[in-house]
Each structure stands twice: as structure tokens, then as C-alpha cells.
T-cell receptor, first 116, second 109 residues
Framework: EPEVTQTPSHQVTQMGQEVILRCVPI?????FYWYRQILGQKVEFLVSFYNNEISEKSEIFDDQFSVERPDGSNFTLKIRSTKLEDSAMYFCASSEERRGPNYGYTFGSGTRLTVV | KNEVEQSPQNLTAQEGEFITINCSYS?????LHWLQQHPGGGIVSLFMLSSGKKKHGRLIATINIQEKHSSLHITASHPRDSAVYIC???????????FGTGTSLTVIP
């Protein structure tokens, strides 16, 4: 069964450093998403991406965050200057269509980001 | 405001028991997702529903759109079913999912 692949599985970074989290969505999917889960809290939406641009974003997704699809297969989330409160599990997801019945919304297994 | 409530928050069951986890939401939705999260944190999709009922092995998911309610049932529960089960809904507008806080299930041998 096709998978959404995220790398690395765990990343530790110093406060103030830039991090890039990487995702390889399912190959025929067109919509891409990032979510995060702070330890002990619920999963929260960050951003959705379609046709090389952001289609929707939450209040969490401020100027410190950016997304990119650099090469047609990877989908990345960049945090420019990490803060302690950015420590969380970050999930990537992808889907075939935005609203169709068979849109195959699939989550990756996550990247645990620890900011020290 | 999109509220997703799950009950119970925590559930302990004996192996073999029939388990029900409930999810209620407050807005009209186009899809509901049941997911499983293991201690390592990774998420696995179990079901995506927009109406009716779906079954996969020992898992059954139902949804009642009019009552804004969904249930996840596990028949003949097993210790390997121990995990956090999360309900997420996608409202009729927008393409993001809103998540519940999860139900932590422990199945005792």
C-alpha cells in the first residue's frame, strides 16, 4: 500500500536554528498538508498546499514557517528560527483530490522535533 | 467553532471484550477519519467515512451524519489493540481535519 514517508523520524536542534522537515507524499497525490502535535495535546492543522502554493493555513503557521515542493517529489516544512515551543511531532499528509470521495487522505508516521 | 469530542478519554478492557469509542462533533462535515496512534507517536489511518458503516477485520466504524456522531467498535479485543484512537473531522468548508484529543485504550491479557 502506498505510504507517505517522512524523514528524519527524530530531529534534535538548538533553539534559534533552522530546521527542514521532509516528506515524500504518495506519487499521484496533488494536495499536501502539515500537521503538528505538541506532547499531550491534540493534532493541529498547520498548512495545506496545492499547485505550488499554500491553499489554507492556520494561525500557528506564522512567518517562521514555510513550505516548499522543491523537486516534484519532496514536500518540506521549514522553521526558520526554532523556539522551545516548536518541539512537537510533525505529520505530513497527502490526498488525491480535495473533496472527492476517493481522495485517499494518508498521513505519514511523523517527525519528532526536539528543540533544546 | 469546530469541536470534536471523544469519549471515553481512557478505557481499560479485558482481552476479548467488545469495545466502543465515541466521537461527537459540532459542525456539518464532509468526512470523518478514525486513526490509531501508538506510543512511538506515528499515526495510522483506520477508516475514512462520510456515511454509513465500514468494517475492516475486527474494527467497525459507523457514522450518523444527522446526529453528528461516529463510533469505532473493536470486537474480540486483544492487547495489541492498545493505543490511542483519534477521531478527526473535515468540515464542509476547508480541507483541513480537526482532531479530537483521543481515547487511550489499554487491553489487559
Amino acid at each position: 500500500e502506498p505510504e507517505v514517508t517522512q524523514t528524519p523520524s527524530h530531529q534534535v536542534t538548538q533553539m534559534g536554528q533552522e530546521v527542514i522537515l521532509r516528506c515524500v507524499p504518495i506519487s499521484n497525490h496533488l494536495y499536501f498538508y502539515w500537521y503538528r502535535q505538541i506532547l499531550g495535546q491534540k493534532v493541529e492543522f498547520l498548512v495545506s498546499f496545492y499547485n505550488n502554493e499554500i491553499s489554507e493555513k492556520s494561525e500557528i503557521f506564522d512567518d517562521q514557517f514555510s513550505v516548499e515542493r522543491p523537486d516534484g517529489s519532496n514536500f518540506t516544512l521549514k522553521i526558520r528560527s526554532t523556539k522551545l515551543e516548536d518541539s512537537a511531532m510533525y505529520f505530513c499528509a497527502s490526498s488525491e483530490e480535495r473533496r472527492g470521495p476517493n481522495y485517499g487522505y494518508t498521513f505519514g508516521s511523523g517527525t519528532r522535533l526536539t528543540v533544546v | 467553532k469546530n469541536e470534536v469530542e471523544q469519549s471515553p478519554q481512557n478505557l481499560t478492557a479485558q482481552e476479548g471484550e467488545f469495545i466502543t469509542i465515541n466521537c461527537s462533533y459540532s459542525v456539518g462535515i464532509s468526512a470523518l477519519h478514525w486513526l490509531q496512534q501508538h506510543p512511538g507517536g506515528g499515526i495510522v489511518s483506520l477508516f475514512m467515512l462520510s456515511s454509513g458503516k465500514k468494517k475492516h477485520g475486527r474494527l467497525i466504524a459507523t457514522i450518523n451524519i444527522q446526529e453528528k456522531h461516529s463510533s469505532l467498535h473493536i470486537t474480540a479485543s486483544h492487547p495489541r489493540d492498545s493505543a490511542v484512537y483519534i477521531c478527526a473531522v473535515r468540515p464542509n468548508t476547508g480541507n483541513q481535519f480537526y482532531f479530537g484529543t483521543g481515547t487511550s485504550l489499554t487491553v489487559i491479557p
